[in-house]
């Protein structure tokens, strides 16, 4: 917009001040005074004016001569970036995988004694039942629910066991309270989960844990195929390191957001 056309309560320097700002990119990390007066189309006065404030305020450093963000410019977009929440996160990621993998994925977040989903992206319906954002699962029977499950304390897990319903869903299907210990535990070890046929006849599930800045396990994404063309083994082969590499991009993206929003943290008891 021309300099003309602005509104009343448009503020001319804050522009210029944040000109000087963007006048550093990857290519050009460091300036001189006169780049930057160039480059932000400001007098060498007035961009000396702006380096030197920022400089006091921490956003700027020079040895004299030439000039450089510092890392504390970030918090300027950080405000930004942790407004949005998991699912917001997550949902390109998942959309990516997807697309290469040709298979629906979905986030998961533990909510009582249920797995419910806050994210999803389909390719095509593979179970009886509608999944959409918002289903919910009994969490021991599903693959992300084992991976929310194992992380937890001992203790906790066996509260959550003593009062599941471990009925059969399927003639697959874990009803074993102390069968589902060793389960978690090996899930617990070797950082995923794969349930072949519990939840559901011929539907098998890979999911992977997915942890924010503190290491503290969040939600978890995971990828459901048909048993009829996906071996166990296949799944483990040919869609884990897929899964893993997504969950890694969603886990950078954390570190830089801060903790989640909008993910249950599973310590509520209601269904």
Known sequence: MPAGDREPHFVRSFERGLAVIRAFDADHPELTLSEVARVSDLTRAAARRFLLTLFDLGYVETDGRMFRLTPRVLELGYSYLSSFTLPEIAEPHLEQLVAQIRESSSLCVLDGDDIVYVARVPTHRIMTATITVGSRFP?????????????????????????????????????????????LRRVRRQGYAIVDQELEEGLRSVAVPVRDRDGEVVAAVNIPVHASRNSVESVRRDLLPHLLATVARIEADLRITGRARGASRGTGTHR
């Open 139 to 183: 969490a021991q029977v599903t693959s992300v629910g084992r991976v929310l499950l194992a992380q937890l304390p001992d203790e906790e897990i066996d509260t959550r066991l003593s009062r599941a319903d471990l009925s059969p869903l399927t003639a697959r299907t874990i009803v074993s309270a102390e069968l589902l210990r060793t389960e």
